[in-house]
Structure formats: structure tokens, C-alpha cells
């Protein structure tokens, strides 16, 4: 009469066992986290759109656009409104999301507990200091120089153009990004383009010709 044996696994067994799980969980997760990270960014873009629709809408209701927002302290009642013009657009400023009814943040940030806290995914936001005041004419034109350019520092706008906003996110690693580290009010230079292993910012800007040619319309000038 025959008996069967029964064998546990080796410990060779079990380590090859866990190198091959380990190496299948890992091709899993990779396109899982692709796939999540395409569908922030697409959720970014749709957000940044609502945003350029709420600027423009907030100029056709008051002739002019918001001022940026610069209250530090999320207990304060001014918290995420604008700030009262005229605006400080020498320092970078914040979307007034509360003004406009909107999210705070992009989909990667987060509320903030106090003022000492950083500003991780808030909107950055800067508009040009002359159609902040009200009532933008048909003659105002925007002095603020701001420029955008690609990740070969090539323009992609030009002087018809004339930028009057420049909204934008910064992206999954939380950060400014490129020129969007650098600018200054002497220099405000944005970048704008695909991710790359550097760069994932996400930006919109408004030129002079649209948001004038929407206040035409509405009767606004």
C-alpha cells in the first residue's frame, strides 16, 4: 500500500513565488496610476475652462476682471475672495474662487488649516492691472507684458495677443514649474506646453481680442 506524502513549499519556492506576484502586482498598478493621473488632468483642463467661462463672466457683469486673491488666513472672512482693487499684482496671487464660485483647488491639492499652510494645488492667478479697474473701455489695453512661451522658450503669444489673464494649475507634483517658478512682475513670462519629465503644469490664459470681443457683445462696450 502506497502513501502520498505531502510537501510544503521550499524556500526557494516561496521567493520565486513572491518575485513573479510582486512583478505582476507592479505591471498592474503602473497603468492604474497612468490611467488616474490622465483622468486629474483631463479634470484639470475642464476646471481650467470653467474658470476662463467665470473670469470672463465675472468681467460682463462688473467691467472688469477680479483682483487675485492674497488672504493667507483660511479663518479670515475675506479668505478666497478678491482682493479689494485696486489689486497687488507684483506678487503671484491666487484664483478668488469664493468671488467666483468655484473650486479652490486643482485636483491635486487640498484645503488649507491655516495660514502658516502651504497652498498646494490652489489656482495661481494673475490678470493685468489695467483690467482689474473698472470699466474696461474699448481703448484699454493691457500693460502688464505677459507672456507665454513653450518649453523652447518660443512665444506662443504674441504682441496681438495681449494677454489680460494667466490661470493655471501645478499639476500632480504640486509645484511651480519652469518659468512658472520665475516670473516676476519686470518679467511675466509663463510656460505653457505638454507634460514632461520636468513640467506639469497646466495653464489658460485670456487675450485682449476674446474678452473684448465678449464684452462687445453683451453691450459692455
Known amino acids: 500500500m502506497h502513501t502520498v506524502s505531502a510537501r510544503g513549499f521550499t524556500l526557494v519556492e516561496m521567493a520565486i513565488a513572491l518575485i513573479v506576484l510582486s ?3 507592479g505591471a498592474l498598478v503602473t497603468p492604474l496610476a497612468a490611467r488616474i493621473e490622465a483622468s486629474q488632468r483631463r479634470e484639470a483642463e475642464t476646471l ?13 457683469l462688473h467691467g472688469r476682471l477680479p483682483c487675485p486673491s492674497t488672504e493667507t488666513d483660511p479663518g479670515s472672512p475675506a479668505y478666497g475672495l478678491e482682493q479689494s482693487p485696486p489689486c497687488a ?3 503671484p496671487g491666487y484664483l478668488p474662487w469664493r468671488t467666483l464660485v468655484l473650486p479652490a483647488h486643482d485636483p491635486w491639492g487640498g484645503p488649507r488649516a491655516n495660514a502658516a499652510a502651504p497652498w498646494i494645488g490652489h489656482w495661481r492667478y494673475l490678470p ?4 482689474t479697474a473698472s470699466p474696461i473701455a474699448l481703448e484699454t489695453l493691457p500693460n502688464g507684458n505677459i507672456q507665454i512661451h ?29 518659468r512658472n517658478a520665475g516670473w516676476s512682475p519686470a518679467t511675466p513670462t ?11 503644469d497646466q495653464l489658460r490664459w485670456i487675450g485682449h481680442p476674446l474678452l473684448t470681443a465678449r464684452l462687445a457683445r453683451s453691450g459692455r462696450l
Open 128 to 131: 493685468d492691472k489695467n483690467f
Open 48 to 60: 481650467l475652462d470653467d474658470i476662463a467661462e467665470a473670469l470672463i463672466g465675472f468681467a460682463l
Open 89 to 91: 499684482t507684483g506678487i
Open 23 to 25: 512583478l505582476v502586482t
Open 190 to 200: 509663463f510656460e505653457a506646453g505638454e507634460p514632461t519629465p520636468g513640467f506639469d
Open 150 to 178: 513653450d518649453h523652447d522658450n518660443k512665444p506662443l503669444t504674441t504682441v496681438e495677443s495681449r494677454i489680460v489673464a494667466v490661470v493655471y494649475s501645478t499639476g500632480p507634483n504640486r509645484r511651480d514649474d519652469g
